[in-house]
């Protein structure tokens, strides 16, 4: 039994071949819901529909988000109509009280949907609007992802990281953010100065959770700030990772990121950006893989392969070296 931490594209990418290594009967995929936002009224699971669009062998893999030919037709009247009606652009905060009432998986992250700042296909915004009804009906959001894990044909199981709503807030220079505002309309621009995760808190692992992470767990090279940090923010999931044998991929190659924000955020919230930075926010961690390349010196074992994931055989490869580190670290 193995379960994944996911976030970004990393961990995703990774799964492409994991397959080949762990049973996905036997494979757990806990998604990241830091980065989720609500937008026109829809709950937008961004990290969690990666790996559900991945699954399904739906997903973009040129952007590695969203349907691959989805149309955005709606998306597209969106914009026009805010420009006709002289809205200007987003991204559209709703007001602060909104972001505190009505439903409570949403609070932190409510944007009108006039100007939709994000890209969303047509079939995508299916998927958010089954979504957010189910969370109306009222199931929780654990119940709503295995329902739509099941339409889309998963073999691993698919979980979010809480029920509880935890908001990824990137203060900058330029002002406080949600992460989508930073990282989607702002193309990472502003300097970072902190990364706050709010309502982390209030917010607790779900039973589900708890669960998985009493196997095996992968850590994929994701973002340790803003894809693994909302995790660490949640009650229950340090305690049970301090517990399990955990294995990190590094996303860096010494000092070097392979792709994303990593380097700025680790940078912002006072961290080295480098595998020696990811070690330190990963005292849990028993083992790690890292690339041929870094030499970073740590004082935990680490299996050494090429760690860039460009294809299925890239992650294949790499998800042989968790399970040696696995065996390692145990």
């Known amino acids: 039994m193995v379960t994944f931490l996911a976030g970004g594209t990393g961990t995703p990418k990774l799964l492409d071949g994991a397959a080949g290594v762990f049973d996905p009967a036997e494979t757990t995929v806990v998604g990241n819901t830091g980065d989720d936002v609500e937008i026109g009224g829809h709950l937008v699971c961004p990290d969690v529909d990666t790996v559900l669009f ?34 200007g652009t987003g991204p559209r905060y709703l007001p602060d009280e909104a972001q505190i009432t009505g439903r409570e998986i949403a609070r932190w992250r409510r944007f009108s949907g006039v100007a939709e700042f994000m890209e969303i296909g047509d079939r995508d915004r299916a998927v958010h609007v089954t979504r957010t009804s189910l969370l109306d009906e009222g199931y929780t ?70 669960a998985a992470l009493r196997d095996d767990v992968v850590i994929g090279p994701s973002n340790p700030v803003t894809s693994i940090g909302p995790m660490l ?10 517990e399990a044998t955990v294995v990190a991929v590094s996303p860096f190659v010494e000092d070097r990121v392979f792709s994303g924000p990593a380097a700025d955020l680790m940078r912002g919230v006072g961290r080295e950006p480098s595998t020696a930075g990811v070690a330190d926010a990963y005292p849990f961690a028993d083992a790690f893989v890292l690339d041929d390349d870094d030499g970073t010196d740590l004082d935990r074992p680490a ?24 065996e390692v670290a145990g």
């Not at 406080?176 to 995760?197: C, K, L, T």
């Open 54 to 87: 991945h699954g399904g062998g739906v997903l973009d893999r040129e952007t590695w988000w969203g349907i691959a030919d989805d149309t955005t037709e709606t998306h597209e009247e969106l914009s026009r109509l805010a420009d006709a009606a002289g809205l």
């Open 141 to 210: 959001l654990t119940e709503v992802t295995r329902t739509l894990a099941e339409a889309f044909g998963l073999d691993v199981d698919l979980i979010p990281m809480s029920d509880d709503p935890v908001a990824t807030i990137v203060h900058t220079e330029n002002g406080s953010m949600h992460f989508q505002e930073y990282w989607v309309a702002n193309r990472g621009e502003p300097a970072v100065e902190d990364v706050e995760f709010r309502g982390g808190d209030a917010a607790s692992a779900t039973d589900a959770v708890r």
């Open 233 to 242: 923010a949640v009650d229950g999931v340090p305690e049970a990772l301090a």
């Open 303 to 326: 299996v050494r392969i090429d760690t860039r994931i460009d294809d299925a055989a890239d992650a294949e490869r790499v998800a042989r070296a968790c399970r040696e580190a696995l």
